[in-house]
Each structure stands twice: as structure tokens, then as C-alpha cells.
């Protein structure tokens, strides 16, 4: 017996130590192999930890996106139905708290028992889960053992404090927090953090262990918005389309209208805003499209039934029928940025710039008389001047003072393709500005080269048709011809900070380069400022009450040619001595009857948020208030929505530092005895050609004069003839297919 239990324990210790080598020999060779394989049998816990979007502020420091922490309600059904002692009390405090349907939870208990993840309620604040939160909590006063199954995931919502304010540049989050549009696009990376994790094994007793990443938050970007100039330029847009909105169609008040306004010595955008508005609390409000013009799949505006029409525009009849992709190409157009998205034809704002070309280049010295009998044989092709009647002889100033066409089309002769090309490109004309905002247009091909440009085509391009641009390229351009040229990069963001308010980045202005010299910029300055001051400019009506500005404006003929609709525009600055705020207003198909003397629209608007944004940004006023202005002002006062800045005196408070008026004063090139007295004498001789169309009869519903011969409506401001087209219905050969046909579809 006993040499059997010495063989049987001799037989078991040799099992043991083989089965302990078999287990180091596992171990040393398939270790991981094995213990990948235990783990997945086992409960793994592991949680994302949402990080906190950066904030985006204006450059006051008020909030304009911020991001609120929320919580989801979630049930765990097999925890709770652990034991049934759990399910009512639970169920009981779900009702009391958060109004929820018993019976709807008892189906779904009923249906997955062994669920572990169902959301109750999304997106609940804290103070909505705070009493409840106390029942669950071990060690609170509350703490209720008998309510089991339910806990709370964290998370994050963006929030608008403004609502609409800013909603083309801020742009919004969608529901998995990545930006759309504006800087919450453009900016996506430096405003999101990256997500923390929380892991941990579950055994039988659900003890956990658990190990914490936790989540870094985005930093944050102080934008260069001033939140009161938005609300002073979105105020007038939104009465501009109050006032004009089912004027001759039922439909806004234009298709489009876009304003920026900029600092002409940094390229920091003060303010950008375009109508129609959208609420970025819910982008989604089918009621922002009402009154917009349809567009197809590719974002073209929808054509309507004959070419005098300006669209089709969205009814809620036509909400009601749209599908869900028509739904969501219309909501991509009320999102989009007009101000950097869209391309049009810029029409006479583009005049400053021939005229710097032609001065810059040498091809003119600003001393040239030019004779507008009314229109300019050009190719084959008898291009008009705005003024059918002629403005007889036209000196450069003048030229740009009364917009004349012929005086920009000579002047484009004595430039050449190969210098205008060049100096459209100098300009920024076809070429992306880069600024920081998703959305730019890509302008690239809606220009001319030389090797493509026609004599025609150099023609209407000297008085800004026939190319596309956006108002981005334009005021930024602009704000170099009149800064002493330098080009800026306009940008929209001028420092990052993190979560902690320690700055990450400043972004400094930086000059790209040199367009002008001082001389030509002076020059440009003198000529814009008798548009506005002049006693025959075109934009006296822009002038705020108070203040010598500058400016050009802009009116420009859609594709196709003869459709009478237009765009209109004005491109400013102010003050005229020094110019530190450049302003454009750009109005795409009025809904007027008669758009191609709709340019006092503009005009007006631009003189409306000037009256108000000038003396809020304290820039004293240098002129002599009539008894008109100053009751204008006293009754603009009781609306303003920004602080009422102490009034200066005409007495020269803001004559710059060598006691000089305007900068243009007395930057005449020659300044000749001479040349004074030919320029007084042309002048004379103009006066009576000048208004002719001023001896006619004046129709008593519009106020237009009436064209005896003709019997068109002349604008009373120019003379210029309702529906009397100023460009032939050539093709312009010499561009390109997609350029002709963004050109046609202007300001989509």
C-alpha cells in the first residue's frame, strides 16, 4: 500500500511540474495571444471624455460662440433589472423629473433586457439633471440605493449668444461639433481639442478599475468684428430690406446685399454681413429662405420665365414640395458669405483702378481732356457712355467724378492689354485674397489675359464689365489705391488664446505688396473725393452728415446683356484727408422697376451706417451741419445702438498733423496757371451740354425726366436713360467659357 502511494504522489508531482512547464512555456511564447483572449471575455468599460470648443470672440471680447456643457440621459436596462426592487422607485423619479412616459420605458425594458445604453433625454443642462443627480449619488442628503440603471454622458452644444449677428462670418457646428462655414470652418482645428478617454474593466461584481486621459480643450480666437459696427451695418440691411422686400416681386428686397467694412491700414475686417440673415441657433429655419432666389444642384440661380426676370423666389409653397436634397442646396446658398463667395461684374467701382493703372504705368500724367460725344466706336461695336447726350470735353478728375465711359475707354487705349492685364493681376483681380474664412470664390479665369483680350473686351473692362471679382477683392484693392499702396491680407482673426487666456498666436497685419506709389494713391484720393463732394458727383447722396469722404460708385449690367438687371454698388472711405475706414456696399438686382439707376440705393445705405459708425469709431466731424442734418441726427440718436460720441466742431479738430484739410488738396500734378484756366474753360463749355436733360419735363410718379424724342425716363441725378443698355450684346470671345458664365450668373 505504501509503495502505491509513493507512486501515485511521484505520478501526481509529475504532473505538476509538467503542467508548470507547459504554463512557462505558454507564457514565454503565447502570452499575449492568451491574455487577449481572457480579456475579450471579460466586460470592458471604456468612455470618450467630450472636449470644450474654443470660443470665438469680437474684438471688444464679447462672446459671439460659445460652447455649453449638456447631458444625455442614459438607461442601463440589464442594471436596473437586476432586481425588480429597482424597477419602480426608478421608474417613479424618470416621471417626476423629467416628465417621461412609464409605459414607453417599460416596452423598451420589456424588448432589450439586457441593454446597457439607451438615451431617455439629449442635450439636458445641469440645472435640468441636478435634483436628479442627487438621488444617484453616493453620499448625498438624497441618495436614493433603489434607483439603479440611469446614469448622465457629458457633452457639448454650441451656443450664438447674438443669434444671427455675425452668422456669414461666425458660421456654425454641426451635431458631431465640426465647423460649416465661416471661421468655425476655416478655424475647425484651433477651436476643437481633443477628446479625453476613461477605461476600465467590469468583473462579476461590477467593481471597476479605471484610468483617466482626460480631454484638452480648443483654444480660443479674438476676432477683428467690432460687435457694435455689425449691428450698426446689419441694422440698415435689415431696413433696406424691410423698405424694398415684395416692392415689384414678392420677393426680398434684393437678391443679394453685402457690406464689409475694413481698416484701410491693416486689412482687419471690421465688419461683413449679408442679407438674408440666418439664426445660427437653428440654421435649419425654413423660414430664412422665403423670398430668396431658387438655385439648381450646382448653386445657379434658377432661371425664370423670360430674361427681365430676376429668378424664380422661394415661397413656402415651395418649401412645402422641395425634397430633402433641394432642401439642403437652398439652405447652402442662404449659408454661404456673399461677400467672398459670389462673383459678379463690378461695374464703375472698377474706375479708380483704370485710372491708377493709366498713372502708374505712365500712360497718362492726369492732365488729359478727353471728348464723350455720348458713345466710343470701339472694334465693331459703338459702346455708350451712361450719358446718351454726351459730357462733352472731360478731364480725368471729371471723368471719374461723373463716371464717364468714354474717358475710362480712352484712357484703357493709352494703357494697352499687356499693362491692364498686368496691373488687374498687380490689383488682386483673379486671385483668392486668402482670407481667413471658409468660402472663398475662386476668381481665377474671370478675368482676362492680354493674349486673350480684345480691343472690345479692353474697353468695357476700363469701366468694370466683362470680368468677375468679389467684394472681398474689391475693398481690399480699393484700400491700396488709397492707403499709399499697400496691400494687405485681409484677415478676420487677430489673436489665439487657450483655454487658460494665455495667447497661443497673434496675427499681425502683413503687406503683400506694393500696388501704387504715394503719388498715384494721393491722386485716386483727389478723384474719389469729387464723386462724393463734387458738385457733380455721382455719390453725393453717400455723404454723412458731417463728413468729407470718398468714393466711387458702381452700377453693372448683368449676362444676358439687355435683361435689365443690375448690380449696384458704392465703394467709400472716410475721412477723405485720411482715409481709416473703407466701406462697401454692393446691392445685387434691387427690387425696383427700374434697377439701372438704382445706384442712390447703395449710396444711401452707405451713408446711413457711416452717419452712425463714424462718430462711434471717433472720428471728428470737419463740416458745417445744415438745420436738415442736424434735426437727421438729432432723431438718429434716439435709435442708436451704439454709445453717442462727444460731438467735435467744424473748427479743423481733424486736420492731419502738417494742417492740411484733405490729402488730396493741392496734389495737382501740374497746378499751372494755364492748365486752371483751360480747365475753367471746359467747364463752361460743359455747363449747358451737361444738362440738357435737365430742361425736360419731369414725370410726376417716379420723378424721372422724360426723354421728348424718346420718351425713356432719365435718371435725375445723371441723365442716364432707364432700360437704355450702355454695353452691345457681343459674346466677348476673348474670355473664358466659365467666365462668361459666371459672369451671367452674377452674384449667384
Known amino acids: 500500500m505504501k509503495k502505491k502511494l509513493v507512486v501515485l504522489f511521484i505520478l501526481v508531482l509529475l504532473a505538476f511540474v509538467g503542467l508548470g512547464a507547459r504554463l512557462i512555456h505558454i507564457t514565454m511564447n503565447?502570452?499575449?495571444?492568451?491574455?487577449?483572449?481572457?480579456?475579450?471575455?471579460?466586460?470592458?468599460?471604456?468612455?470618450t471624455l467630450p472636449f470644450r470648443r474654443g470660443e470665438i470672440l469680437d474684438a471688444n471680447g464679447t462672446i459671439l460662440a460659445y460652447s455649453e456643457k449638456v447631458y444625455n440621459l442614459v438607461l442601463d436596462a440589464k442594471l436596473l433589472l437586476r432586481d425588480e426592487?429597482?424597477?419602480?422607485?426608478?421608474?417613479?423619479?424618470?416621471?417626476?423629473?423629467f416628465k417621461l412616459d412609464a409605459s414607453e420605458i417599460r416596452s423598451y425594458l420589456s424588448d432589450h433586457p439586457t441593454s446597457q445604453y439607451y438615451v431617455l433625454a439629449k442635450k439636458l443642462s445641469y440645472d435640468q439633471i441636478a435634483d436628479f443627480q442627487e438621488l444617484i449619488t453616493l453620499g448625498s442628503e438624497k441618495y436614493d440605493e433603489n434607483i439603479q440603471g440611469i446614469w448622465f454622458e457629458s457633452g457639448y452644444i454650441r451656443k450664438y449668444p447674438n443669434n444671427s449677428m455675425a452668422c456669414d462670418v461666425i458660421g456654425f457646428t454641426t451635431g458631431d461639433n465640426y465647423?460649416?462655414?465661416?471661421?468655425?470652418?476655416?478655424?475647425?482645428?484651433?477651436?476643437?481639442?481633443?477628446?479625453?478617454?476613461?477605461?476600465?474593466?467590469?468583473?462579476?461584481?461590477?467593481?471597476?478599475?479605471?484610468?483617466?486621459?482626460?480631454?484638452?480643450?480648443?483654444?480660443?480666437?479674438?476676432?477683428?468684428?467690432?460687435?457694435?459696427?455689425?449691428?450698426?451695418?446689419?441694422?440698415?440691411?435689415?431696413?433696406?430690406n424691410d423698405e424694398y422686400s415684395n416692392n415689384v416681386r414678392e420677393a426680398n428686397g434684393a437678391n443679394n446685399v453685402g457690406c464689409i467694412m475694413m481698416d484701410v491700414n491693416s486689412g482687419e475686417?471690421?465688419?461683413?454681413?449679408?442679407?438674408?440673415?440666418?439664426?445660427?441657433?437653428?440654421?435649419?429655419?425654413?423660414?430664412?429662405?422665403?423670398?430668396?432666389?431658387?438655385?439648381?444642384?450646382?448653386?445657379?440661380?434658377?432661371?425664370?420665365?423670360s430674361v427681365f426676370d430676376s429668378g424664380v423666389y422661394i415661397t413656402q409653397e415651395m418649401i412645402d414640395g422641395f425634397t430633402?436634397?433641394?432642401?439642403?442646396?437652398?439652405?447652402?446658398?442662404?449659408?454661404?458669405?456673399?461677400?467672398?463667395?459670389?462673383?459678379?461684374?463690378?461695374?464703375?467701382?472698377?474706375?479708380?483702378?483704370?485710372?491708377?493703372?493709366?498713372?502708374?504705368?505712365?500712360?497718362?500724367?492726369?492732365?488729359?481732356?478727353?471728348?464723350?460725344?455720348?458713345?466710343?466706336?470701339?472694334?465693331?461695336?459703338?459702346?455708350?457712355?451712361?450719358?446718351?447726350?454726351?459730357?462733352?470735353?472731360?478731364?480725368?478728375?471729371?471723368?471719374?467724378?461723373?463716371?464717364?465711359?468714354?474717358?475710362?475707354?480712352?484712357?484703357?487705349?493709352?494703357?494697352?492689354?499687356?499693362?491692364?492685364?498686368?496691373?488687374?493681376?498687380?490689383f488682386g483681380f483673379g486671385l483668392k485674397t486668402n482670407i481667413d474664412l471658409a468660402g472663398e470664390a475662386r476668381t481665377e479665369g474671370l478675368t482676362y489675359s492680354a493674349t486673350d483680350m480684345g480691343p472690345t473686351d479692353l474697353a468695357v473692362n476700363?469701366?468694370?464689365?466683362?470680368?468677375?471679382?468679389?467684394?472681398?477683392?474689391?475693398?481690399?484693392?480699393?484700400?491700396?489705391?488709397?492707403?499709399?499702396?499697400?496691400?494687405?491680407?485681409?484677415?478676420v482673426v487677430k489673436k489665439i488664446v487657450n483655454s487658460s487666456g494665455a495667447t497661443v498666436k497673434n496675427i499681425e497685419p502683413r503687406v503683400l505688396r506694393q500696388t501704387v506709389s504715394q503719388s498715384t494713391s494721393d491722386k485716386i484720393r483727389q478723384y474719389c473725393e469729387a464723386v462724393v463732394m463734387g458738385d457733380e458727383g455721382t455719390g453725393r447722396t453717400a455723404r454723412p452728415a458731417g463728413y468729407r469722404i470718398i468714393g466711387k460708385t458702381g452700377t453693372a449690367q448683368t449676362l444676358p446683356r439687355g435683361n435689365r438687371q443690375y448690380v449696384v454698388s458704392f465703394m467709400g472711405a472716410a475721412p477723405a484727408d485720411n482715409p481709416k475706414v473703407a466701406i462697401y456696399v454692393v446691392i445685387d438686382r434691387p427690387n425696383v422697376l427700374i434697377q439701372e439707376t438704382a445706384t442712390r440705393l447703395a449710396t444711401v445705405l452707405v451713408r446711413q451706417i457711416l452717419t452712425e459708425a463714424?462718430?462711434?469709431?471717433?472720428?471728428?466731424?470737419?463740416?458745417?451741419?445744415?438745420?436738415?442734418?442736424?434735426?437727421?441726427?438729432?432723431?438718429?440718436r434716439e435709435k442708436m445702438i451704439t454709445p453717442v460720441m462727444p460731438e467735435a466742431s467744424a473748427d479743423g479738430s481733424s486736420l492731419d498733423e502738417n494742417g492740411d484739410s484733405s490729402a488730396s488738396e493741392g496734389s495737382s500734378s501740374?497746378?499751372?496757371?494755364?492748365?486752371?484756366?483751360?480747365?475753367?474753360?471746359?467747364?463752361?463749355?460743359?455747363?449747358?451740354?451737361?444738362?440738357i436733360w435737365q430742361s425736360f419735363d419731369v414725370d410726376p410718379q417716379t420723378g424721372y425726366y422724360i426723354d421728348p424724342e424718346t420718351g425713356n425716363l432719365l435718371d435725375p441725378n445723371n441723365g442716364s436713360p432707364a432700360g437704355d443698355d450702355v454695353l452691345p450684346d457681343f459674346d466677348g470671345t476673348g474670355v473664358s467659357e466659365s467666365a462668361a458664365a459666371a459672369s451671367g450668373s452674377s452674384a449667384q
Open 269 to 305: 475686417i471690421l465688419a461683413m454681413a449679408s442679407y438674408p440673415f440666418y439664426d445660427l441657433n437653428n440654421p435649419r429655419d425654413t423660414s430664412r429662405l422665403i423670398g430668396m432666389p431658387s438655385v439648381d444642384e450646382k448653386g445657379n440661380k434658377v432661371k425664370g420665365e
Open 614 to 636: 463714424l462718430p462711434y469709431l471717433n472720428i471728428p466731424m470737419t463740416e458745417e451741419l445744415s438745420e436738415k442734418e442736424q434735426l437727421e441726427l438729432a432723431e438718429l
Open 462 to 491: 476700363t469701366f468694370g464689365q466683362g470680368f468677375n471679382v468679389d467684394m472681398i477683392e474689391m475693398i481690399t484693392g480699393y484700400c491700396s489705391l488709397i492707403n499709399g499702396g499697400y496691400f494687405y491680407e485681409p484677415h
Open 85 to 97: 426592487k429597482y424597477l419602480e422607485p426608478t421608474l417613479k423619479a424618470l416621471v417626476t423629473y
Open 670 to 691: 501740374d497746378g499751372d496757371a494755364a492748365h486752371n484756366e483751360e480747365m475753367d474753360s471746359i467747364a463752361a463749355s460743359n455747363a449747358s451740354r451737361a444738362s
Open 179 to 240: 465647423g460649416m462655414y465661416g471661421l468655425e470652418e476655416y478655424y475647425n482645428d484651433v477651436l476643437s481639442g481633443t477628446a479625453g478617454r476613461e477605461y476600465g474593466y467590469l468583473d462579476d461584481d461590477s467593481k471597476l478599475e479605471r484610468t483617466t486621459i482626460p480631454a484638452t480643450d480648443g483654444d480660443s480666437i479674438v476676432t477683428t468684428i467690432d460687435g457694435n459696427l455689425q449691428n450698426i451695418v446689419e441694422k440698415y440691411l435689415q431696413e433696406f
Open 324 to 426: 430633402d436634397e433641394e432642401l439642403y442646396q437652398n439652405y447652402n446658398a442662404l449659408w454661404k458669405n456673399f461677400c467672398i463667395s459670389d462673383t459678379y461684374e463690378p461695374g464703375s467701382v472698377a474706375k479708380p483702378f483704370t485710372v491708377a493703372t493709366g498713372l502708374e504705368s505712365g500712360a497718362i500724367t492726369g492732365n488729359e481732356v478727353y471728348n464723350c460725344p455720348g458713345f466710343l466706336h470701339v472694334g465693331d461695336y459703338d459702346i455708350k457712355c451712361h450719358n446718351r447726350y454726351g459730357d462733352g470735353y472731360v478731364s480725368v478728375e471729371r471723368g471719374i467724378e461723373i463716371s464717364c465711359n468714354v474717358a475710362m475707354m480712352y484712357i484703357g487705349q493709352s494703357i494697352g492689354v499687356n499693362t491692364f492685364s498686368e496691373f488687374q493681376r498687380i
Open 30 to 47: 503565447n502570452g499575449e495571444e492568451y491574455e487577449k483572449q481572457v480579456l475579450s471575455q471579460q466586460q470592458y468599460d471604456s468612455t
